[in-house]
């Protein structure tokens, strides 16, 4: 039997996987598309701003093998990839330069940030997936994740930072792709049946 690669993106896969409530941060006075404009320019101004440190737009790619009939590939754009050089000191206490890498989420919203006091958690489900895919390919320790969200009337900004240790973030994709698996499978079982 030949093996069948499902693909989701990313935004698909935490949105099928984690749903619950409002995910649309983008809502309130404007039209959904003027919304979207603003978001996409919002998006674009703060990735210009961010220096040399900052790669905007990273693409992101993952296939985790399920068994041998199912494959499934996870795919998306990361907002941003923050690159830093820091002086800190390794387990033996040497203090040395190490690359430090960030995950950008960005999100623009119309609501007061005052009142945003957490991430919305399938905006960092995103930012995790990212983190974790990014972190594989390149073979890192720890990453962490910002979640940047920026108010599109005032262009005021509010960020959450995170750290994430490769086997914080492999423990939680693992259980992220096994409840999306059991979905893949019925799908496939159920175009089985109908054919």
């Known amino acids: 039997m030949s093996q069948k690669t499902v693909t989701v993106s990313v935004r698909r896969l935490v949105e099928f996987i984690l749903r619950s409530g409002d995910i649309d941060t ?11 404009q603003q978001g996409g320019l919002m998006h674009r101004k703060l990735q210009k701003e961010a220096g040399p440190s900052y790669r905007a737009e990273v693409s992101l790619k993952h296939t985790t093998e399920m068994d041998e009939t199912l ?3 996870v795919e998306g754009r990361a907002d941003g990839v923050i690159t830093e050089t820091e002086m800190a000191a390794d387990e033996s206490g040497e203090l040395g330069l190490k690359e430090v890498v960030t995950i950008d989420e960005i999100k623009g919203t119309y609501r007061n940030l005052r009142y945003i006091t957490e ?5 960092l489900a995103q930012a995790k997936c990212y983190a974790y895919i990014y972190g594989i ?5 720890k990453i962490n994740v910002q979640m940047t969200y ?3 009337d005032t262009g005021d900004l ?11 973030l492999q423990e939680w994709f693992s259980d992220l792709i096994l409840k ?6 019925f799908q496939y079982e159920w175009r ?3 054919q």
């Open 150 to 152: 920026g108010n599109l």
């Open 71 to 73: 494959a499934i590939t």
């Open 137 to 141: 390919q390149n073979d890192l320790q």
């Open 180 to 185: 999306y698996k059991k979905w893949a499978d």
């Open 26 to 36: 983008v809502s309130g006075a404007f039209g959904e598309m003027d919304a979207m």
């Open 119 to 123: 991430p919305v958690p399938v905006h």
């Open 192 to 194: 089985k049946k109908r």
């Open 158 to 168: 509010k960020y959450f930072s995170y750290e994430y240790s490769m086997q914080q």
